[in-house]
Protein backbone atom coordinates (compact mmCIF):
# COMPACT_ATOMS: atom_id res chain seq x y z
CA UNK A 1 0.00 0.00 0.00
CA UNK A 2 0.57 3.96 -0.24
CA UNK A 3 1.00 6.38 2.28
CA UNK A 4 -0.31 9.73 1.57
CA UNK A 5 1.21 13.40 3.30
CA UNK A 6 -0.30 16.47 1.86
CA UNK A 7 1.35 19.79 2.49
CA UNK A 8 1.16 23.54 0.81
CA UNK A 9 -1.96 24.71 2.39
CA UNK A 10 -2.93 27.94 4.28
CA UNK A 11 -4.96 31.37 4.22
CA UNK A 12 -4.89 33.04 0.70
CA UNK A 13 -6.64 36.60 -0.64
CA UNK A 14 -8.72 36.08 -3.12
CA UNK A 15 -7.28 35.69 -6.96
CA UNK A 16 -4.25 34.23 -4.97
CA UNK A 17 -2.31 30.99 -5.53
CA UNK A 18 -1.45 28.44 -3.36
CA UNK A 19 0.60 25.18 -4.54
CA UNK A 20 -0.45 21.87 -2.90
CA UNK A 21 1.83 19.11 -2.67
CA UNK A 22 1.30 15.32 -1.73
CA UNK A 23 4.39 12.88 -0.89
CA UNK A 24 3.96 9.44 -1.39
CA UNK A 25 5.63 6.37 0.17
CA UNK A 26 5.52 3.12 0.48
CA UNK A 27 4.82 1.22 -2.75
CA UNK A 28 6.21 2.05 -6.08
CA UNK A 29 4.08 5.28 -6.50
CA UNK A 30 3.78 4.98 -10.40
CA UNK A 31 1.71 2.03 -10.45
CA UNK A 32 -1.29 4.44 -9.17
CA UNK A 33 -3.53 7.31 -10.76
CA UNK A 34 -3.84 9.75 -8.58
CA UNK A 35 -6.75 12.41 -7.76
CA UNK A 36 -7.38 15.37 -5.28
CA UNK A 37 -10.25 16.43 -3.57
CA UNK A 38 -11.84 18.47 -1.38
CA UNK A 39 -14.20 18.89 1.50
CA UNK A 40 -15.72 22.07 2.92
CA UNK A 41 -17.78 21.89 5.59
CA UNK A 42 -21.46 20.26 5.92
CA UNK A 43 -20.55 19.42 2.12
CA UNK A 44 -19.67 16.18 0.64
CA UNK A 45 -16.23 15.33 -0.77
CA UNK A 46 -15.83 16.44 -4.14
CA UNK A 47 -13.40 15.76 -7.09
CA UNK A 48 -10.94 18.26 -7.91
CA UNK A 49 -8.73 16.84 -9.85
CA UNK A 50 -6.77 13.41 -11.49
CA UNK A 51 -3.88 12.34 -13.06
CA UNK A 52 -2.80 9.35 -14.69
CA UNK A 53 -0.50 6.82 -13.96
CA UNK A 54 2.58 8.70 -16.45
CA UNK A 55 0.86 11.88 -15.96
CA UNK A 56 -0.18 12.14 -19.32
CA UNK A 57 -3.77 12.42 -18.65
CA UNK A 58 -5.61 14.49 -16.80
CA UNK A 59 -8.86 15.37 -15.57
CA UNK A 60 -10.58 18.65 -14.07
CA UNK A 61 -13.41 19.12 -11.79
CA UNK A 62 -15.38 22.15 -14.25
CA UNK A 63 -15.52 24.99 -11.30
CA UNK A 64 -11.76 24.78 -11.29
CA UNK A 65 -10.73 24.42 -14.98
CA UNK A 66 -8.46 26.67 -16.26
CA UNK A 67 -7.27 27.85 -12.86
CA UNK A 68 -6.14 24.76 -11.28
CA UNK A 69 -3.50 22.23 -12.85
CA UNK A 70 -2.10 18.90 -11.67
CA UNK A 71 0.95 17.41 -12.31
CA UNK A 72 3.52 14.45 -11.15
CA UNK A 73 7.15 13.14 -10.52
CA UNK A 74 7.36 9.75 -10.73
CA UNK A 75 11.20 10.09 -9.78
CA UNK A 76 9.79 12.13 -6.73
CA UNK A 77 6.80 10.37 -5.60
CA UNK A 78 5.10 13.50 -5.52
CA UNK A 79 1.64 14.74 -6.92
CA UNK A 80 0.85 18.64 -7.00
CA UNK A 81 -1.95 21.32 -7.46
CA UNK A 82 -1.21 24.49 -8.52
CA UNK A 83 -4.07 26.65 -7.71
CA UNK A 84 -4.26 30.09 -9.24
CA UNK A 85 -7.32 33.58 -8.94
CA UNK A 86 -8.07 31.09 -5.69
CA UNK A 87 -12.07 31.98 -4.86
CA UNK A 88 -13.68 31.95 -1.67
CA UNK A 89 -15.90 29.03 -2.58
CA UNK A 90 -11.90 27.25 -2.96
CA UNK A 91 -12.16 27.09 0.59
CA UNK A 92 -11.68 23.51 1.75
CA UNK A 93 -9.84 20.69 3.19
CA UNK A 94 -8.26 19.33 0.09
CA UNK A 95 -7.17 15.77 0.22
CA UNK A 96 -5.01 13.52 -2.50
CA UNK A 97 -5.79 9.62 -2.70
CA UNK A 98 -4.75 7.27 -5.03
CA UNK A 99 -6.19 4.31 -6.80
CA UNK A 100 -4.75 1.16 -8.39
CA UNK A 101 -6.88 1.64 -11.10
CA UNK A 102 -7.92 4.09 -14.17
CA UNK A 103 -8.37 7.79 -12.71
CA UNK A 104 -11.93 8.33 -11.86
CA UNK A 105 -13.54 11.29 -10.21
CA UNK A 106 -15.72 9.07 -7.86
CA UNK A 107 -13.96 9.40 -4.46
CA UNK A 108 -15.13 5.96 -3.55
CA UNK A 109 -12.95 4.74 -6.26
CA UNK A 110 -9.91 5.58 -4.12
CA UNK A 111 -7.99 3.19 -1.76
CA UNK A 112 -5.72 5.25 -0.20
CA UNK A 113 -5.82 8.91 1.59
CA UNK A 114 -3.91 11.79 2.89
CA UNK A 115 -4.73 13.23 6.17
CA UNK A 116 -5.77 16.61 4.33
CA UNK A 117 -4.96 20.22 3.84
CA UNK A 118 -7.04 23.49 4.84
CA UNK A 119 -7.26 26.18 2.02
CA UNK A 120 -8.93 29.08 2.84
CA UNK A 121 -9.47 32.10 0.41
CA UNK A 122 -10.85 35.05 1.90
CA UNK A 123 -12.89 37.89 0.05
Known amino acids: QVQLVESGGGLVQTGGSLRLSCAAS????????MGWFRQAPGEEREFVSS????????DYANSVKGRFTISRDNAKNTVTLQMNSLKPEDTAVYFC????????????????WGQGTQVTVSS
Open 26 to 33: GRTFSIYA
Open 97 to 112: AATEGRRTPRPGDYAY
Open 51 to 58: ISRSGGLT
